[in-house]
């Protein structure tokens, strides 16, 4: 019995040798797969508000059918195998049984929110030999797919062209929905294609003649910027009234310093932010660019438009959650304030966002970018940002009225106890909007109208950029200690007069430095290169609100005002002191 055993063992060993060797020869003297069997086409692709070019690595080879993507992948990105394959056969070209590998370099950057389409198609289709190796060479390729073959638009296109331009590439293949946006660089050929069959038939034309095909896009950059801004309906002529106000913010809109509104429901501070874009100065070419960027990102420039040319004016509900206000994700996306680059960030009802969310503001305020810590690595997002700001001074909103008013004075503690010190000492200018009276709702004389103050505002902005020329300085805002010290010189009088009302009010190191920026802006309103005792005056008079803020709670508003008149008398004190009054716009 064990001999019959050993000989079923010796037949079946001999059965599986010659099977191996009769593999080997037909393998050895089979024909060896063609180059383009591999493919390398190039695309791009965003990791927090960066870009980067990848590289989507395509082989087909014999094996069991299958199709399989690597390169730190998300979940949604593999999703997309399925997709590209049902688009191509829709479109006519039929992929034959095969093992089809799908890599994407650089592998240690995750891929996340990232559509990779349209390369994935381009890679397969040069590894079946429908395209060649070298008809993708030097061409960039991004698109979403349909299932039926037809290109979708994607995110990030504008970011994606300029790190490809950086990169020596010289074409780029897009959806026709992001041409214009990615046609602002005038040195590359931007061409758009609305189906698979459309860009083979491109890319399969010579380099030479590929123009008769699909002719490039191109924009007029500087035609964007010349045209005339569009007429929202928001004029400041339309408010009666608040003068103060009105003043304060023809102020931060020169030199981009932050305001807090405060006053009684419906004295008109909602109606005077939303004019605020209206007075601001237009947006350069190079702030155009970043906060185009940033939208592009974000998927937020309308279809057709190539940039972002007006100043973006954000107003979130103070239900807002951390997340949407600073940015969140795993890979975070743009918030607000990000969003909100080199325009504004209206927050109405500012007590209301709560203490949290208010104080997330601290560090972009002071450094105008906001660093958010992730386990994929730590994100800077630029937070270049005007905070305007309006709150009532008590929950019912008419204190110290007290006729209207009900509040308790631990209610009216607690409410205003939502703002801290540091968020008010990063606000430059704190003006009050009392109820209009009557007389001037009614009075048929006309209001200074938008254009009339942002043609002020833009012989400011002219001054300050001339100043700065060179410095990277935009605004008097933007000014370090260093430009203060430098820029901001005082004569003898004003220096007498600053350290009476730094010692008077016990002023910080910051708020020194802010009332010397924002009486900077007021000179400059005023055309005077110097800085006088009276814009001094101004400056500091819009720095009172905020002690009155926070020492609100010492009213009795059924018959005691102790602390808001005491600052005033400060103020009104340091002024006869050195022979001059506060200047008064109400």
């Known amino acids: 019995m064990p001999s019959v055993y050993l000989l079923h063992f010796y037949i079946f060993f001999c059965l599986v ?23 390398s086409v190039t695309t791009g692709a965003v990791f927090g508000i960066e870009s980067y070019c990848m590289q989507v690595e395509t082989d087909i080879s014999d094996g069991l059918p299958s199709f399989t993507m690597v390169g730190y992948l998300s979940h949604e990105i593999r999703e997309s195998g399925e997709r590209v394959k049902t688009a191509i056969r829709n479109a006519g070209i039929s992929i034959p049984a095969s093992r089809i590998v799908v890599n994407f370099s650089p592998a240690d950057i995750p891929k996340q929110g990232v559509v990779v389409d349209l390369p994935v198609a381009a890679g397969i289709l040069c590894s079946l030999g429908v395209l060649n190796n070298e008809d993708v060479k030097g061409v960039l390729i991004a698109g979403e797919l349909g299932l039926d073959g037809v290109i979708k638009p994607v995110r990030g296109v504008l970011p994606i062209v300029r790190t ?46 590929r123009d008769r095909i699909i002719a490039p896009t191109r924009v007029d950059i500087q035609a964007l910027f010349t045209e005339q801004r569009a007429n929202d309906g928001l004029d400041f002529a339309d408010v009666h009234g608040q003068h103060a106000a009105k003043r304060a913010l023809e102020i931060s809109a020169a030199g981009f310093h932050n305001v807090l509104m405060t006053g009684p429901p419906g004295s008109g501070k909602s109606m005077l932010a939303r004019r605020m874009p209206g007075i601001l100065p237009p947006l350069t070419m190079k702030e155009s660019m970043e906060v185009s960027m940033i939208y592009s990102i974000a998927g937020r420039i309308p279809q057709g438009t190539s940039l972002i040319t007006k100043r973006p004016f954000i107003a979130p509900h103070h239900t807002i959650t951390r997340s949407a206000l600073t940015g969140g994700g795993t890979i975070p996306t743009p918030g607000v304030i990000t969003l909100a680059d080199h325009g504004i960030v209206f927050m109405d009802e500012f007590p209301e966002f709560g203490r949290e969310n208010i104080d997330l503001l601290r560090q972009p305020l ?20 005007l905070l305007l700001a309006a709150m009532n001074p008590c929950p019912c909103g008419y204190f110290p009225d007290v006729n209207k008013c009900n509040c308790t004075e631990p209610d009216i503690k607690r409410y205003l106890g939502k703002i801290s010190g540091p968020i008010l000492d990063r606000i430059d200018m704190c003006v009050s909007t009392p109820q209009v009276e009557i007389n001037e709702l009614m009075d048929g004389s006309k209001e200074e109208s938008s254009a009339v103050i942002a043609s002020r505002v833009m012989e400011s902005r002219q001054r300050q950029e001339f100043r700065f020329r060179g410095m990277g300085f935009l605004f008097n805002a933007d000014m370090d200690s260093r430009a203060v010290e430098k820029f901001c010189k005082l004569g003898s009088s004003e220096e007498k007069l600053l350290k009476s009302v730094f010692k008077k009010l016990e002023m910080s190191a910051r708020t020194y430095h802010r009332v010397l920026k924002t009486a900077r802006t007021i000179a400059d309103l005023g055309g005077s290169e110097n800085i006088r005792d009276d814009d001094i005056m101004e400056a500091v008079g819009y720095r009172m609100s905020d002690y009155m803020s926070r020492s609100q709670t010492e009213f009795d508003h059924r018959g005691t005002e102790r602390t808001a008149r005491e600052h005033t008398k400060s103020v009104r004190d340091i002024s006869n002191h050195t022979g001059k009054e506060v200047r008064k716009y109400e």
């Open 17 to 39: 040798l010659i099977t191996f060797l009769i593999s080997q020869c037909v393998y050895s003297h089979a024909p060896r797969q063609e180059e383009s069997m591999f493919s």
């Open 366 to 385: 002071e450094d105008h970018e906001i660093q958010i810590s992730r386990l994929t690595g730590v994100f800077t997002y630029p937070a270049r940002f």
């Open 164 to 209: 490809a331009r950086e990169n020596g590439i010289h074409t780029c293949v897009l959806p026709v929905e992001n041409v214009a946006e990615g046609a602002v660089f005038d040195d590359m050929k931007i061409v758009g294609v609305d189906t698979i069959r459309k860009m083979i038939r491109y890319l399969l034309e010579p380099i030479e003649t």
